[in-house]
């Protein structure tokens, strides 16, 4: 008996235990408005021509949604593209584009060779932010325009006038980024290399300049956008050449569409400044976009 219920087979009678299946992870759905997220290359090229289309639709929609007596002054996308090709083609725009170049590296260059020293002394100094902080700050609140009169008094009509104007509106914003830009340096930075015996020269130039330098080319970039929206201020006032002398002579005959022509251009020589201003941060600073990203 003893033995029939030995042999008796242990799975009868039993409860075969199955391991439970696990839960299939479903990861949430991506939304557009994402917070915090880095597209891709690819995609970020994708949302960035997609942006560029529906703002030539835009542009095209108003044009034939303004009423037909008044569309001269709402010209289509390809009335100013036709403009443009002209421009360039018949009217030797090329020459006043490189006038306008020339007086905005010329003006920005000059403004950031004074700005960079001022602007980095006052972010490591107490005592030089205490003393000049105070009167830069309040002429940041100047109008460059304002000083179009002055200026015409001093050099008259000339290109020095139309640069010292453009120098003026760039130079106090500089300032105060450059400043916040090396004040935004980790003290642990400055205060490690004391400990170690390095000088006050040694520090500036080897722990706070290359440390503040990606920032401050950021600065930079975002500056000379705006040395490009006084653009046509500084050549309105007796300019002989340059896009905003065309600019106010396609006004006086009503071409609007010289007038845009001339204002797209502006916008793409800021993109292709813009662009150089990157590149050359990736190239000089290649270990901070590893860091951000």
Same mark, same amino acid.
């Not at 299939?24 to 917070?35: A, V, Y």
């Not at 006043?96 to 920005?108: A, E, K, M, T």
């Not at 001093?154 to 004040?183: C, E, H, M, Q, R």
């Not at 800021?270 to 000089?284: E, K, M, P, Q």
């Given at each position: ?8 087979? =242990? ?56 009423? =037909? ?112 830009? /090396? ?9 490690? *290399? ?16 290359? =440390? ?12 000379? =956008? ?46 292709? /400044? ?6 050359? *941060? ?10 951000? *990203?």
């Amino acid at each position: 008996m003893r033995k029939m219920t030995e042999e008796r087979p =242990a799975s009868v009678g039993s409860i075969v235990q199955t391991p439970a299946a696990a839960p299939l992870f479903i990861p949430p759905k991506r939304r557009f408005l994402e917070l915090r997220e880095q597209p891709s290359p690819n995609r970020s090229l994708l949302l960035g021509a997609l942006g560029v289309i529906c703002f030539f639709a835009v542009w095209e929609l108003g044009h034939y949604l303004t009423d =037909a007596s008044s569309r001269r002054f709402v010209p289509s996308v390809e009335n100013v593209a036709a403009a443009l090709y002209r421009l360039f083609a018949e009217q030797d725009f090329l020459t006043d584009v490189l006038v306008s170049c020339r007086r905005i590296f010329i003006s920005f260059l000059a403004a950031s060779a004074i700005a960079l020293p001022i602007g980095i002394l006052m972010g490591c100094f107490g005592n030089m932010r205490a003393l000049l902080n105070p009167t830069l700050s309040g002429c940041r609140y100047l109008p460059a325009a304002s000083f179009i009169p002055l200026l015409l008094v001093w050099f008259g009509p000339t290109d020095t006038a139309k640069i010292a104007l453009l120098f003026l509106g760039v130079i106090f914003f500089l300032i105060s980024l450059i400043l916040d830009n /090396t004040n935004a340096v980790q003290k642990e930075l400055v205060e490690a *290399s004391l400990t170690m015996g390095a000088s006050r020269r040694k520090v500036l130039t080897g722990v706070v300049v290359p =440390a503040a330098m990606p920032a401050i080319v950021d600065s930079m970039r975002n500056m000379i =956008a705006v040395a490009w929206t006084y653009l046509v201020i500084a050549e309105i006032v007796g300019a002989q050449d340059g896009i905003g002398a065309v600019m106010m002579r396609a006004g006086r005959f009503l071409s609007v569409d010289v007038i845009m022509a001339s204002i797209l251009t502006i916008g793409l020589l800021g993109v292709i /400044t813009d662009l150089l201003f990157r590149a050359a *941060s990736r190239l000089l600073f290649p270990w901070n976009i590893e860091r951000r *990203s």
